[in-house]
Nanobody, 128 residues
Framework: AQLVESGGRSVHTGESLTLSCINS???????????VAWFRQAPGKERLFVAA?????????YYTNSVKGRFTISLDNSGNAVYLQMNNLKPEDTAVYYC??????????????????WGQGTQVTVSS
């Protein structure tokens, strides 16, 4: 798989944005059989977990506490894209957002090492 993110741009506090992640090199399996996550990395900080959907097993969703109620991860009906809908954005959401995928259900959905495939990232900047 080769993941490509899109949708990042500059917005103001309180605005919404939707990020997309597609698999540009599908190998016969679409995202409906993967566990897919979003991570983010703010300037000068480590990359952190944001949200995940484990469509490899039942479609359970996972969120970090700081985005619960504001962000929603979802799978496109075709299985070809995963979205991160971000509402009520705050300056602290500013980061490069990365899509990651695993062809199996990981033991921990929150850790980078659980995912085998990564995109190049898309920049989200939130200004007050």
């Amino acid at each position: 798989a080769q993941l490509v993110e899109s949708g990042g741009r500059s917005v103001h506090t309180g605005e919404s944005l939707t990020l997309s992640c597609i698999n540009s090199k599908p190998t016969g399996r679409d995202f409906s059989t993967f566990s897919v996550a979003w991570f983010r990395q703010a300037p000068g900080k480590e990359r952190l977990f944001v949200a995940a959907g484990d469509w490899a097993v039942g479609g359970k969703l996972y969120y970090t506490n700081s985005v619960k109620g504001r962000f929603t991860i979802s799978l496109d009906n075709s299985g070809n894209a995963v979205y991160l809908q971000m509402n009520n954005l705050k300056p602290e959401d500013t980061a490069v957002y990365y899509c990651a995928a695993s062809a199996r259900s990981p033991t921990s959905h929150y850790e980078e090492q659980s995912y085998d495939y990564w995109g190049q990232g898309t920049q989200v900047t939130v200004s007050s």
